[in-house]
């Protein structure tokens, strides 16, 4: 399984980004798809999650402002950040769950200047 992020970049406080991931290889059976962010001096911690039957999971600090979508059919799964804020800084890694075993992108950048 092979996961490809794309979206990131610099975006002012109160901006917008929209992150992709495209899902390759055995993909059939996916059960999560998902995206989480590790912060300079952080841990890798969970952003947003979608299940094959569409229901969702944020972080507290994203509710309201991130919001997550999957395409079965294409594989991908995108997130769409809005008021983003500084704290919201930091590597994005795609992320799926199949057959209990976990993959990760490569990930992508997400700064936010104040």
């Known amino acids: 399984v092979q996961l490809q992020a794309s979206g990131g970049g610099l975006v002012q406080a109160g901006g917008s980004l929209r992150l992709s991931c495209a899902a390759s290889?055995?993909?059939?059976?996916?059960?999560?798809m998902g995206w989480y962010r590790q912060a300079p001096g952080k841990q890798r911690e969970l952003v947003a999650t979608?299940?094959?039957?569409?229901?969702?999971n944020y972080a507290d600090s994203v509710k309201g402002r991130f919001t997550i979508s999957r395409d079965n059919t294409k594989n991908t799964v995108d997130l769409q950040m809005k008021t983003l804020k500084p704290e919201d800084t930091g590597v994005y890694y795609c992320?799926?769950?199949?057959?209990?075993?976990?993959?990760w992108g490569q990930g992508t950048l997400v700064t936010v200047s104040s």
């Open positions: 992320y799926l769950n199949k057959a209990r075993l976990d993959y």
């Open positions: 290889g055995s993909i059939s059976s996916i059960n999560v």
């Open positions: 979608i299940l094959s039957g569409r229901i969702t």
